[in-house]
């Protein structure tokens, strides 16, 4: 890659520009940013990625409330919940790799209003999702000293992630159940219930939190074990409510057992989509915990700092889950009604607003990163180093999740399942990762040295490879029809020139 100077976002435009003309196509970027200002698109896209991204903004504030309140028992505290959050991670992503292989049939089949093909798609994640749960949550509950040796060899640390996973394991089967039905909820356009259930349960979550952890109403404090108390109480209580609301408005999710797990004949082809996309994560999930324990053996201040960077971070990203989403929804279900020129225009627009908000959130976090880190209780060393990992994920933020939202809420939506896995495979396996270790066990290189070698080789390797492909257009394939696919047609229809390679 070649050098460049000034902002990411104009190398990005420049290239993007270059590609254009080098096509006949010297004003198309203008053309695609003029797009995003279409009221039509945000009449449609705007009730799905707001209520997408405060459910995951509320989700997320389960962490921020773990991490605020434990933080102020110190850095040890903080630490260690930060990588006993890795056992809720890894389930978290199998079960998000099941869900989005799902979500490739429920998008589409509710683009050919295929209520059938909906509930038994149900069906498939769930027979998938409640083993998963109940194994993690027996492993983890009776192995936490294992799990938390994966990750650290500090016994301080071990010992206080043992307390929080004692209570925070029993939150893994109801994250599964939880993820199942808010991803029928979602691809069926009822984005206001799981938004609502999750608002109420991160409230639940804050008072629960502060009632074991510091101890209120006569109870004993619990330290780290009452965020892992708080945790799973409130985390069983979010699919219980979302079914209920369910019941009261009949959505898809309340329907007859029969028709449900009525899964024969679907294996062969649900799992020819779906083994893709859970490999997809359960690999990609590999490579990211082996680099966190290049980092939790890095420094105890050094991994409060990072925990917290991260805590931050995800307030960040829920902005882009709801832009994922929304994203996945209407390409998934335009291309599942057989619409592929629309699927491709709601692409784009997607594509060119993605880097335009990781601008304005790169903004905002340097200006806040001050007060934001000032929330919590670390030593003067991780605080100045939370600041710096701040400031230079702000930068990345930029063209961080350009390849997110083209691998979920593009390739995946238009049914091509396979591409994210090798993108993960390649750069995870052969360059990422890799390198990580390179930098920060064998090298002994600084901290935030190691973290930006991370960055900038995880950008750099996944753009190289998801723009080009993207622009191929080979990713669309239905799951709703059998006949070929004209996509040069389809490209023409949706106002651009032919790109096919």
């Not at 490739?104 to 069906?123: C, D, P, S």
């Not at 108390?229 to 898809?252: F, H």
């Not at 594509?351 to 007060?371: D, F, H, N, Q």
Request: glycine letters at 8%.
């Amino acid at each position: 890659m070649p050098c460049f100077t000034g902002h990411p976002f104009h190398y990005l435009t420049m290239r993007q520009s270059l590609l254009d003309m080098a096509q006949g196509e010297p004003f198309m970027f203008r053309k695609r940013v003029a797009e995003l200002f279409d009221r039509s698109f945000w009449a449609i896209a705007l009730p799905l990625i707001i209520p997408i991204a405060l459910q995951n903004l509320l989700m997320t504030s389960f962490r921020l409330v773990d991490t605020l309140m434990v933080g102020r028992l110190g850095d040890v505290s903080i630490a260690a919940v930060g990588l006993a959050g890795w056992a809720s991670f890894f389930v978290e992503l199998l079960a998000f790799g099941m869900s989005s292989g799902a979500a490739v049939f429920v998008a589409q089949y509710h683009g050919a209003n295929n209520k059938e093909g909906m509930l038994r798609t149900y069906g498939m994640m769930l027979l998938f999702m409640v083993p998963l749960g109940l194994v993690f949550t027996l492993g983890v509950g009776l192995y936490p000293e294992f799990v938390m040796r994966l990750f650290t060899d500090d016994p301080l640390l071990i010992a206080a992630g043992v307390k929080y996973l004692q209570f925070a394991c029993v939150s893994y089967l109801s994250l599964t159940v939880n993820l199942a039905i808010s991803t029928m909820l979602r691809c069926t356009e009822q984005v206001k219930i799981p938004m609502v259930t999750s608002g109420i349960c991160a409230a639940l979550n804050a008072a629960l939190n502060y009632i074991f952890i510091f101890g209120a109403f006569g109870l004993p404090a619990m330290g780290v074990a009452g965020a892992g108390l708080a945790t799973a109480i409130s985390s069983l209580i979010n699919p219980i409510m979302m079914l209920v609301i369910s019941y009261v408005k009949k959505t898809i999710v309340i329907a007859p057992l029969k028709q449900i797990f009525a899964v024969k004949g679907f294996f062969k082809t649900f799992w020819s989509r779906a083994l893709s996309v859970l490999l997809n994560e359960f690999f990609w999930s590999i490579s990211i915990l082996v680099v966190n324990m290049v980092f939790g053996r890095m420094g105890t201040d050094n991994y409060a700092a990072l925990t917290v960077e991260r805590t931050i971070e995800g307030l960040v990203f829920v902005f882009f889950v709801g832009i994922c989403n929304a994203c996945n929804i209407l390409v998934g279900k335009s291309i599942g009604a057989g619409d592929h020129a629309q699927g491709i225009l709601y692409s784009r627009r997607f594509m060119v607003l993605t880097p335009i908000i990781g601008v304005l959130a790169g903004l905002v976090i340097i200006a806040l990163r001050y007060p934001l880190v000032g929330m919590f209780d670390l030593s003067d060393a991780a605080m100045q180093t939370a600041r710096t990992l701040l400031v230079i994920f702000a930068i990345d933020a930029v063209v961080r999740y350009i390849p997110y939202v083209e691998v979920v809420g593009i390739f995946r939506a238009g049914g091509d399942t396979k591409m994210g896995l090798i993108i993960d495979l390649v750069t995870h396996y052969v360059f990422i990762t890799p390198a990580v270790i390179l930098a920060g066990l064998v090298f002994k290189l600084p901290f935030i040295t190691t973290y930006v070698i991370m960055l900038v080789v995880d950008d750099v390797s996944k753009l190289l490879i998801s723009i080009p492909y993207y622009r191929t257009m080979k990713w669309i394939k239905p799951v709703t029809q059998m006949e070929p696919i004209d996509r040069e047609a389809a490209l023409v229809e949706s106002g651009s020139e032919p790109t096919i390679v």
